[in-house]
């Protein structure tokens, strides 16, 4: 089993990190309005982390004490650290008098625009805080994400806000078999896979150096109606998306990795791609030249209160300015076939800071 240093010179392992098979996704808010609660919170969050990614406890899980309380929960003893890696965001919302942190919010963190198509509840939106804990054993990062949020609570800083536990990754890394998403298409077949892309959309490169090697997240969780689509023809289906369901190959095309050719036309001169096909509106070709990095996954609710299945997918997608996912989604909420599947129900953006170098912790320059 794999093991992801969480200290380094570079960005917060999680973000370009070939995507693992499962997540737990939490949010957090703030409950005390000292900057030094956030300060301690975020130090003890990062040496926590560090233990974790290496399979290790944090503290004790049964103490030679007798009466006293565990530190480390113990639902993780005896697995391997499974390629686990936890990513700290932090929202517009910190970024505030109350912490003194007014003059440091990176320049792009405010929240996001209000998008066609949106169906945002506030209770599945926001967050001061956001915590990404991803690895190919669900138990592993659950059990991350509960040592944390224990954390939080123990310390008096921060709250849960609201939740998102994922499986199957829904979007492709390098050297990865293209994943499907819960609709039964490949997704992330045209992803950002290496370094030179990922120093051109996803890293920030500009500002103050504690700001360099940062990462903007955006997080929406999207409702699939998936009953409905399964009544759909295959046929429709690949017209939605632009792409055939088995093979992922681009309408224009036969094979997964053709480029899609969105000029082609049938022989009665419609586009092979429609003009409202998801690929169609989301390729960089069409919104000059923004890109995003994709690491989703899919997750589920279990049953609505129509007894039908409750399921989607936890987009999460990583850019050096977010105003790129806005120009993306601008586009797919106002014409994309697919929205007649699915609702935008939960949204989130947060600011991922730079890794900490050894003996610090992530957030340390704000203070
Ligand atoms: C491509 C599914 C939402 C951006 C694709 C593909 C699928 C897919 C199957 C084609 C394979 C690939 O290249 O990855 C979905 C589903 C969504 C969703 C099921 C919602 C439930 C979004 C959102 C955005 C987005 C919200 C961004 C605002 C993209 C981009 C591509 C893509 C940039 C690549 C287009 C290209 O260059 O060909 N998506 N997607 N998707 N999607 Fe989505």
């Known amino acids: 089993s794999h093991q992801w240093p969480f200290y380094g010179d570079h960005g917060q392992a999680g973000v370009t990190t070939p995507p693992q098979r499962h997540i737990m996704f939490m949010t957090f808010d703030m409950t005390t309005p000292t900057a030094q609660a956030l300060q301690i919170l975020l130090a003890r969050w990062s040496a926590a982390i560090a233990q974790l990614v290496q399979g290790a406890a944090v503290g004790t899980v049964e103490p030679s004490r007798i009466g006293s309380v565990g530190t480390d929960t113990g639902e993780a003893v005896g697995l391997d650290p499974a390629s686990l890696t936890v990513t700290i965001g932090m929202g517009p919302s910190l970024f505030t008098d109350t912490y003194g942190l007014t003059a440091k919010c990176p320049p792009h963190l405010r929240p996001l625009a209000a998008l066609p198509s949106d169906n945002l509840q506030p209770e599945l939106s926001g967050g ?14 659950y059990h991350a994400i509960r040592v944390l949020a224990r954390i939080a609570k123990s310390t008096g800083a921060a709250q849960t806000r609201w939740t998102v536990m994922g499986f199957g990754r829904a979007s492709a890394g390098k050297d ?133 299945l409750d399921a989607g997918l936890l987009f999460i997608s990583y850019q050096n300015d977010p105003a ?44």
């Not at 001061?128 to 990062?141: F, H, R, Y």
């Not at 797919?332 to 800071?353: K, T």
């Open 128 to 141: 001061d805080l956001s915590l990404q804990a991803c690895a190919d054993d669900p138990q592993v990062a």
């Open 176 to 308: 990865q078999e293209t994943p499907r998403n819960l609709f039964g298409f490949k997704d992330g077949t045209r992803n950002l896979v290496d370094a030179s892309e990922f120093n051109q959309h996803v890293w920030i490169k500009e500002g103050p150096a504690w700001q360099q090697s940062g990462s903007y997240q955006v997080v929406r969780k999207i409702k699939m109606n998936i009953e409905n689509w399964d009544t759909d023809r295959v046929s429709d289906q690949n017209q939605v998306f632009g792409r055939h369901k088995l093979s992922g190959a681009p309408l224009s095309g036969t094979r997964e990795f053709d480029t899609p050719d969105f000029h082609k036309k049938d022989t009665e001169g419609e586009l092979v791609i429609p003009a409202t096909a998801h690929i169609r509106l989301a390729a960089h070709e069409n919104n000059q030249g923004v890109r995003i990095l994709r690491r989703s996954y899919n997750y589920t609710d279990g049953l609505n209160h129509y007894g039908q």
């Open 324 to 367: 790129h996912f806005e120009t993306l989604q601008r586009k797919l909420g106002a014409a994309d076939a697919l929205n007649e599947y699915i609702s935008h129900i939960g949204s989130g953006l947060f600011f991922v800071p730079p890794a900490a170098k050894e003996g610090s912790y992530i957030g340390a320059e704000l203070f």
